[in-house]
């Protein structure tokens, strides 16, 4: 069975960091693309980042390149979002999603950010 | 940037009506666009990908068409299960851009 654990939310003051993770079972991790996706309560989901099988590739969003970091670490089967200098629009719900390239397939079930002082 | 512009935002329908939901774009994205469904409290779920092809595992009731810069989404017959938000998102070389939502609910 495909799993997906997000973990490493919470609440942090603006301009602070955090790192999620998210750790993979049920598939081999090292042949998917992954991304991640948030949500901000009460709205649609918005697509964050991807990276590719081998972790050579990534893209990010506009809203978040230059803060956020993509990486995973294939013999850990985890994927990982470094987030840097956080601000109250990056409060969301945060999904780690296996996919083709183009098309988050299996999701997980989401870990909170709360940007607030 | 493509914008993504879903149509209607919300609608109330009952069990074995027909349901379409739309998504345009604002330039013409071949067949790149996928569509999901989300129930309060879950994880989007992937219904439809490439426009047209249905993900494994869900019902045939669900079926997408559509290319270019118009696209539906369409429930043949509404089931109790499919009373949730659906969105559409479409992809390129660089990014996904998820549509705003349409909220199925019980008339």
């Known amino acids: 069975e495909v799993r997906l654990v997000e973990s490493g939310g919470g609440l942090v003051q603006p301009g602070g960091s955090l790192r999620l993770s998210c750790a993979a079972s049920?598939?081999?991790?090292?042949?998917?693309?992954m991304h991640w996706v948030r949500q901000a309560p009460g709205k649609g989901p918005v697509w964050v980042s991807r990276?590719?099988?081998?972790?050579?590739?990534?893209n990010y969003a506009d809203s978040v390149r230059g803060r956020f970091t993509i990486s995973r670490d294939n013999a850990k089967n985890t994927l990982y979002l470094q987030m840097n200098s956080l601000r109250a629009d990056d409060t969301a719900l945060y999904y780690c999603?296996?996919?083709?390239?183009?098309?988050?397939?299996?999701w997980g079930q989401g870990t909170l950010v709360t940007v607030s002082s | 940037d493509i914008q993504m512009t879903q149509s209607p935002t919300s609608l109330s329908a009952s069990v074995g009506d027909r349901v379409s939901i739309t998504c345009q774009a604002s330039?013409?994205?071949?067949?790149?666009l996928n569509w999901y469904q989300q129930k309060p409290g879950k994880a989007p779920r992937l219904l439809i990908y490439?426009?047209?092809n249905l993900e494994t595992g869900v019902p045939p009731r669900f079926s997408g068409s559509g290319t270019g810069t118009d696209f539906t989404l369409t429930i043949s017959s509404l089931q109790p299960e499919d009373f949730a938000t659906y969105y559409c998102?479409?992809?390129?070389?660089?990014?996904?851009?998820f549509g705003g939502g349409t909220k199925v609910e019980i008339k």
């Open positions: 999603a296996r996919g083709g390239r183009e098309v988050p397939t299996r």
């Open positions: 049920g598939f081999t991790f090292s042949s998917f693309w």
């Open positions: 990276i590719n099988e081998d972790g050579s590739g990534t």
């Open positions: 330039q013409d994205i071949s067949n790149n």
């Open positions: 490439d426009a047209s």
């Open positions: 998102q479409k992809y390129d070389s660089v990014s996904l851009t």
